[in-house]
């Protein structure tokens, strides 16, 4: 299934049904009263979160949505019928927008939150409502009231405790399938993974967290450049991130350099969450020989980075240990 973490949709509520003029025909009674019905209320839209639905892919083939309108009112005091409702599913952790404003509106991030995103109009009153003693046989009734219109953004971010950020071909993907049970696209070159990968990380105490692969950074990311950026809202949300480094580059403090600019670039206080470094493929000679000197250099938040080789294993565990302590200090 593609992914699709933005979408915008145009939505209507339905107007208000029209109050009826009518009065009461009865044999024997040639002065019957007003008996005009209200009309109908209008049908809201309603957009609701759900674990159940994993992207906005539905809203890039459909984005206009109308509830209907009430029905008029009738005479012998009957009512219009209600406009039908609308309802939206959307993904957990998907932030609504008004596109004109850009107010938010809601962020859906429980199993059934809902936001009425339109609210249909009332229905106006029948002619039976403004009878009085002194005008007794009214002849006009209200009209209903317009239903609502606008265009909403609505915008995805994974609700993940971990994020896991690098550039294309640092190891991501494989590191994810090796701590949890994720299989996410995995080969040789950069930019195998197009969307963002989450998995479920968990022990033998039950203790568990969820990552969120997000596909690689390129430098100058902030001007448009590679995929990575893009996806950098799926972060937002994280309790901290693990900085993945490919320790068999020629330069690897200066990639770590590039990545947090481009991190920075994109929301200053991602590169202020807490995090964990940790240098990849040192089951490679060179990213062994080299990983001493970074040792002495890279020291983040207090934390030496650690050596990892997502491909064997080597120091996985040791990586888990402190993501585990982490989610539970913080």
């Known amino acids: 299934m593609?992914?699709?973490?933005?979408?915008?949709?145009?939505?209507?509520?339905?107007?208000?049904?029209?109050?009826?003029?009518?009065?009461?025909?009865e044999r024997f009674k040639p002065f019957g009263g007003p008996d005009g019905g209200d009309g109908g209320r209008g049908g809201d839209v309603i957009i609701t979160a759900?674990?159940?639905?994993?992207?906005?892919l539905d809203f890039r083939y459909r984005q206009h949505f109308k509830a209907s309108k009430g029905g008029h009112g009738q005479g012998n005091d009957r009512h219009g019928r209600n406009g039908r409702d609308v309802h939206l599913q959307v993904p957990?952790?998907?932030?609504?927008?008004?596109?004109?404003?850009?107010?938010?509106?809601a962020d859906l991030t429980q199993e059934g939150q809902t936001l009425v995103a339109a609210q249909g109009g009332r229905g106006?009153?029948?002619?039976?409502?403004?009878?009085?003693?002194?005008h007794q046989a009214p002849r006009f009734a209200q009209d209903g009231e317009p239903g609502t219109e606008r265009w909403l953004l609505l915008e995805l971010k994974l609700l993940a405790e971990v994020g896991l950020v690098g550039f294309p071909n640092a190891g991501k993907s494989t590191l994810l399938s090796r701590i949890s049970s994720a299989k996410p696209k995995i080969a040789a070159y950069p930019f195998t993974t197009l969307t963002p990968n989450l998995g479920v990380v968990s022990?033998?105490?039950?203790r568990r967290f969820t990552v969120a692969d997000i596909p690689g950074l390129v430098e100058d990311a902030g001007s448009g450049a590679g995929l990575g950026f893009k996806f950098l809202r799926h972060v937002e949300r994280t309790r901290f991130l693990i900085y993945l480094i490919d320790g068999s580059e020629a330069n690897p403090l200066k990639s770590f350099k590039i990545l947090l600019k481009e991190m920075k670039a994109f929301n200053p206080r991602l590169?202020?969450?807490?995090?964990?470094?940790?240098?990849?493929?040192?089951?490679?000679?060179?990213?062994?020989a080299q990983f001493s000197k970074i040792a002495r250099q890279?020291?983040?938040?207090?934390?030496?980075?650690l050596a990892v080789s997502?491909?064997?294993?080597?120091?996985?565990?040791?990586?888990?240990?402190?993501?585990f302590q982490l989610t539970e200090l913080l």
């Open 271 to 288: 590169v202020e969450k807490p995090a964990l470094v940790a240098v990849n493929k040192i089951d490679l000679p060179q990213a062994r």
């Open 2 to 25: 593609k992914f699709v973490d933005e979408a915008r949709i145009f939505i209507r509520s339905g107007d208000g049904g029209k109050g009826c003029v009518s009065f009461r025909r």
């Open 92 to 105: 957990l952790g998907t932030v609504i927008r008004e596109v004109e404003t850009g107010r938010l509106l």
């Open 310 to 323: 997502a491909v064997t294993g080597e120091g996985v565990p040791a990586l888990i240990a402190q993501m």
């Open 203 to 206: 022990d033998e105490t039950g």
């Open 124 to 134: 106006g009153k029948g002619n039976r409502h403004f009878a009085t003693a002194t």
């Open 298 to 305: 890279l020291t983040w938040q207090g934390r030496p980075p």
């Open 50 to 56: 759900s674990s159940r639905i994993q992207s906005l």
